[in-house]
């Protein structure tokens, strides 16, 4: 059984950083991304980041880039978001998620199905 499980997230002031992980477990997948998304209340869940693992391709949003940085150990079975200089937009629940099409890492923007859910760990950023 695929398990992914999102930790890391608490309550910062603007301009402060987080470091979210997440472990995944339970898989033996030859390729797979794994994605960052989140959602904020009264909004869509949206991929911010994500990672693959045969190519180690990387991407982000736009809203995130330059601020927060994706990494994994060598198995890209533990992935790591550091989020610095957040926002309070940047306040959301954060979400871990596992998908088999690796190509999906090339559209964050284009996700609409994904494979494997984890449990979101919440970012609240004051002002």
């Known amino acids: 059984e695929v398990q992914l499980q999102a930790s890391g997230g608490g309550l910062v002031p603007a301009g402060g950083s987080l470091r979210l992980s997440c472990v995944a477990s339970?898989?033996?997948?030859?390729?797979?991304?794994i994605i960052w998304f989140r959602q904020a209340p009264g909004k869509e869940r949206e991929g911010i980041s994500c990672?693959?693992?045969?190519?180690?391709?990387?991407a982000y949003r736009d809203p995130v880039k330059g601020r927060f940085t994706i990494s994994s150990n060598n198995a890209k079975t533990s992935v790591y978001l550091q989020m610095n200089n957040l926002k309070p937009e940047d306040t959301a629940t954060y979400y871990c998620?596992?998908?088999?099409?690796?190509?999906?890492?090339?559209?964050?923007?284009?996700?609409?199905?994904?494979?494997?859910w984890g449990k979101g760990t919440q970012v609240t950023v004051s002002s």
């Open positions: 998620a596992l998908d088999q099409w690796a190509s999906k890492c090339y559209g964050l923007e284009y996700i609409r199905t994904i494979d494997y």
């Open positions: 339970g898989f033996n997948f030859y390729d797979y991304t």
């Open positions: 990672i693959t693992k045969s190519s180690g391709h990387i």
